[in-house]
């Protein structure tokens, strides 16, 4: 070839074809080829061509293109299965359905796609037919060659052969090693870019073009090279525009639809106001009316009044004092008619009469009742050989049975049992035989003894629950039991009552109790007895800081309310221990209101009784009672929740806590009377006070009167110990080793009575000092908060905060901790979330007040978040959309207390790391669970939360307390976070410091002398 010609006429070896634009730009390594292909099609003119592996189809395609084009009446085949291979990578049907799309809508009319292997195709083809050959299949030596061998006899006298990734040198890639030999028979050229392509010259007739391209030197060669890697190059860069336009076409649409919605919304949301707004107004005008009729009224009253007043004053003097004759015989009736000793938490309501009367009515038909799953909607199987559970509540109207029965039935189901409910001893024959009898604060009577006779026939459990101390008919006196005073009852028929209750124990194998003391009274009947302690569930939870939420966001009438929250006209002389305190108080302090209730404007605390308030009867706030499920946003309303009792009388001593955590689940402090159960249930000082004299109570009461920041802190503590030790997570744990402790069936069952697993030391999570910086909430109900700990990650934190503000799981929350950054970190963060706190329901952005460390800056984080699930995210670690969705879905349909995804490294390293399964053995010689998994809060509540470790691994120490608190773990098999390998790092900067590591494999081995850590 001689180059001076290229001055005043285009080389032989390009031509107008070697620019045109490819109509079909799928991924493709042979994209950089495209260029040479139209012109090689151009220069040869072939008849026919066929293409072995065609994949996504962009050379093959090329081809069709060329010579449709350039009317060459030349027919094609495409060769190949459409599977993949180990080279090219195996794939789906929507490959070969997307290339058939766009090759029948150009190219059916001279071209056919044939779905068979390459062998199966050769006998279709005359020998000597085929003038352009392209071999891309399978890429090993022994493939290509045969491929080669296999097709040479339908090869053309000018026919042309292609090989691609000729310049491809890993793996067991083998068409370089053919290249080199083959070249030696017949003439050739290679381009060096895009994997390498081969040409080769078979057929001895080539046209012009091909030898100018074959007869080039090395010189010419290199500049052919350059050339078409150019041409190449430029339909790589329009590939690459076309993806990036796509992905923008889809994130407009994407972006656009939201619009659309967010006006929708928004047009929804200014019709409402409107309608709203004209409703408040006709209202308005309405009450302006009634208020102007009213003070006509009220001025015609008062008038009259002035002219009758002697005559009045003495009519109303003696209406009081029948009043007050009424009201204390129908106190006695009542009492009467109910038994003072049902419950502890008597809240009178309209609803729970009403139900009460619908069941004497339906007396006629079997009164069984499927509970609700109220815990963890797990949907459990039906199992053949699972337990089947019959309850029977002898009092299904108070609150105690939602307490004792409801919830006990609910953990039961979580653990694959069934369970049957019966509220009447008639109907106990009418339910199906079951493997645990559970009787709960009943009486003997013929049917129930009948009952427990044939369940032990069976060999089946008879357990006896009961929650006031009425076993032991012989304390029954209105010395120990105030109650007979104040409802008017004879000792007699309270005798008679827990003497039933007692022999109804007796018939039973096993005692179940909310209190250890009540439990101990139990044992001395030689049953065995075990402390399921009272507790709440999940709805009661969300309910209770939601009220508390929504308390933080009204403003306060600069009152502070005491309250009490008795629930029966049992509590008398309960309240007497603290009323000398209370009067002090109010009337020493305008700004404080003490707050009881009463049912139908009628106190259920007789205030009359205590001359200690008289006159201050406009301090007193009177609250009509409401239902259980309607009781935290009552108690929400103290600032401070008393709980008096006679410490040291047998009847009170035996009262549950339950008062004591209702306040908790709101973020109300406690101060109780010393009984056993309150002292061993609150820490002094810390998560509440305890109280035995009226001088102690005024000293408390004033002291979180005076001191906001301790109210707070108590109350947060007071919360952070019940979430776990009275929560359905624990409660199913328990649940669980009662029903295998009881179960007769086990020949082991000790014969000494029963022990429960032991708990881990009561500890608190170390929760530093902060402030609030930035808060912004929707109150809506989110079901996970992500909480990212932050410390001098500026360059980070808006990737992490981007990734969380990607999850598909909504509403949900987010809780940035800045650890005292000394960058930009918290000034990065503070701008994101201002500009994008409306993504999320409940945002907030927190300082330490001092530097505090990972494993501290967690705790904040977790101990202000307000859902049940947190996911921690370190600032330089990202989360994939679906993270939390199906971290969730995978934690709720199981007992686990956490949920770890699988997670890829990126940055300096790649690889993927945190594969389940979860066994705790694994955990022997090191971690393998990164800190980026779901975890309940209840269970970071039952270990203390997370320990500060000097050079880190609290991750590590955190897994180890779950399971010897006997949690376990759930492995989600997905790859769902990203996890940034790079020099700065806490682990490449102080945990993988070879002494720094020693110094924490020794700590760690010492906090859990389980582990044996390999190094």
């Not at 796609?113 to 037919?129: I, N, P, Q, Y």
């Not at 029965?405 to 509220?423: P, Y």
């Not at 879905?889 to 686990?896: N, P, T």
């Not at 669970?929 to 590590?956: P, S, T």
Request: hydrophobic content about 40%; aromatic content about 10%; proline content about 4%.
């Amino acid at each position: 070839m001689n180059l001076d010609r290229t001055r005043n006429a285009r080389p032989a070896f390009i031509s107008q074809t070697s620019t045109w634009r490819p109509a079909y730009l799928p991924v493709s390594a042979w994209l950089e080829h495209g260029a040479f292909g139209f012109w090689l099609v151009e220069a040869t003119s072939p008849r026919l061509v066929v293409e072995l592996g065609t994949d996504f189809g962009f050379s093959y395609l090329t081809f069709c293109q060329a010579i449709k084009g350039l009317n060459l009446g030349a027919r094609a085949f495409a060769v190949d299965t459409w599977q993949g291979d180990f080279h090219a990578g195996f794939y789906g049907e929507e490959v070969f359905q997307t290339l058939k799309q766009a090759h029948d809508q150009d190219y059916r009319g001279f071209s056919t796609l044939l779905r068979m292997t390459f062998d199966e195709a050769v006998d279709k083809f005359a020998d000597g037919s085929i003038d352009l050959l392209h071999i891309d299949g399978r890429h090993l030596y022994d493939d290509v060659r045969h491929d080669f061998n296999t097709w040479l006899p339908k090869l053309s006298d000018r026919a042309v052969v292609l090989f691609h990734d000729t310049n491809v040198r890993e793996r067991d890639f083998g068409v370089f090693r053919f290249w080199e030999e083959i070249t030696s028979a017949y003439p050739s050229f290679e381009f060096f870019h895009g994997h390498g392509l081969g040409v080769l010259a078979v057929g001895p007739n080539q046209p012009d073009g091909m030898r100018a391209l074959l007869e080039a030197d090395e010189t010419e060669r290199n500049l052919i090279r350059s050339v078409y890697a150019y041409l190449g190059s430029v339909i790589n860069d329009r590939y690459a525009l076309q993806s990036e336009r796509s992905v923008y076409q889809q994130e407009k649409g994407k972006f656009e639809r939201t619009i659309a919605e967010q006006h929708q919304v928004i047009q929804r949301l200014e019709e409402d106001a409107q309608q709203q707004l004209q409703l408040h107004q006709q209202q308005l005008q309405l009450h302006q009316q009634e208020l102007q009729l009213h003070e006509r009224q009220f001025q015609m009253q008062l008038t009259e009044s002035i002219e009758r007043e002697a005559e009045l004053t003495e009519r109303l003097a003696k209406q009081a004092a029948e009043l007050a004759d009424t009201r204390h015989r129908l106190a006695m009736e009542a009492g009467r008619i109910h038994e003072v000793f049902s419950s502890s938490s008597w809240w009178l309501t309209s609803p729970l009469r009403s139900a009460a009367s619908w069941a004497r009515r339906k007396r006629g038909r079997p009164q069984l009742l499927r509970t609700a799953n109220d815990i963890l909607a797990i949907g459990k199987p039906e199992a053949s050989g699972a337990r089947h559970i019959v309850l029977y509540s002898g009092e299904p109207e108070t609150p105690g049975h939602m307490y004792r029965v409801a919830r006990f039935a609910s953990a039961a189901e979580v653990l694959g049992c069934k369970t049957t409910i019966v509220t009447d001893d008639a109907h106990l024959v009418d339910a199906p035989p079951g493997d645990v009898l559970f009787v709960w604060r009943a009486r003997s009577s013929e049917r129930l003894a009948r009952a427990a006779a044939e369940a032990r026939a069976r060999d089946a459990s008879i357990l006896f629950d009961v929650d006031d101390l009425m076993i032991e008919p012989e304390i029954v006196s209105v010395e120990t039991i105030d109650g007979i005073r104040s409802q008017g009852i004879s000792e007699a028929s309270v005798v008679s009552h827990f003497g039933q209750v007692r022999d109804a124990f007796l018939e039973c194998d096993f005692g179940v109790a909310p209190t250890s003391y009540l439990a101990e009274r139990m044992r001395r009947y030689q049953k065995p007895a075990v402390v399921l302690p009272n507790g709440f569930d999940e709805g009661t939870l969300k309910r209770s800081r939601r009220s508390v939420r929504l308390r933080g966001a009204q403003a306060g009438d600069g009152l502070l309310r005491i309250g009490y929250a008795a629930g029966t006209r049992t509590h008398q002389r309960d309240f007497g221990v603290a009323v000398g305190a209370l009067s002090r108080i109010l009337r020493e302090r305008d700004d404080v209101r003490l707050v009881m209730f009463c049912v139908n404007q009628d106190p259920i605390v007789r205030p009359h009784e205590f001359p200690e308030l008289s006159g201050l009867e406009d301090r007193i706030e009177w609250r009509e009672a409401v239902g259980l499920a309607d009781l935290p946003e009552e108690i929400a309303r103290f600032d401070i929740n008393i709980v008096p009792l006679e410490a040291g009388n047998t009847f009170c001593e035996a009262k549950s806590e339950l008062k004591y955590f209702e306040a908790a689940l709101v973020s109300v402090p406690t101060i109780a009377s010393p009984t056993n159960v309150y002292a061993s249930a609150i820490r002094e000082g810390v998560t509440g006070f305890l109280a035995a004299t009226e001088d102690e109570w005024y000293a408390k009461i004033s002291r979180l009167l005076d001191d906001e920041a301790l109210r707070a802190a108590m109350a947060r503590d007071a919360f952070h110990d019940a979430l776990w030790k009275y929560g359905p997570e624990r409660r199913i744990e328990l649940v669980s080793e009662i029903l295998d402790r009881a179960d007769l069936k086990q020949q082991s069952r000790p014969a000494h009575g029963i022990r429960l697993r032991d708990e881990m030391a009561s500890r608190r999570p170390e929760i530093p000092d902060h402030r609030i910086v930035f808060k912004r909430d929707e109150l809506k109900e989110a079901e996970v908060t992500v909480v990212i700990p932050l410390y001098n990650y500026a360059r980070y934190i808006e990737h992490a905060l981007e990734s969380v503000g990607r999850q598909t799981l909504g509403p949900i929350d987010l809780v940035v901790v800045d650890d005292r950054s000394t960058d930009q970190s918290q000034a990065v963060a503070a701008s994101w979330l201002e500009k994008n706190a409306k993504r999320f329901n409940r945002t907030l952005l927190i300082e330490n007040n001092e530097n505090s460390g990972l494993a501290r800056s967690r705790n904040v984080g977790f101990a202000n978040s307000e859902t049940a699930f947190v996911l921690p995210l370190d600032a330089d670690n990202e989360l994939l959309p679906d993270c939390a969705t199906k971290c969730l879905e995978k934690l709720r349909h199981s007992r686990g207390a956490f949920a770890f995804p699988e997670i890829a490294m990126f940055g300096e390293s790649e690889g993927v790391f945190n594969q389940g399964p979860f066994l705790a053995e694994r955990l022997v010689g090191g971690n393998f669970i990164d800190a980026m998994a779901l975890v309940r809060k209840a269970a970071w509540c039952g270990v203390g939360g997370y320990d500060h470790i000097q050079y880190g691994w609290e991750d590590y120490d955190f897994w180890c307390k779950l399971v010897e608190l006997g949690l376990i773990g759930v492995a989600v098999p997905e790859v769902l976070a990203r996890y940034r390998v790079h020099g700065q790092s806490m682990l490449k900067t102080q945990t993988d410091v070879a002494r720094n590591k020693a110094l924490v494999v020794a700590e760690l081995e010492r906090r859990h002398p389980w582990l044996k850590i390999a190094q």
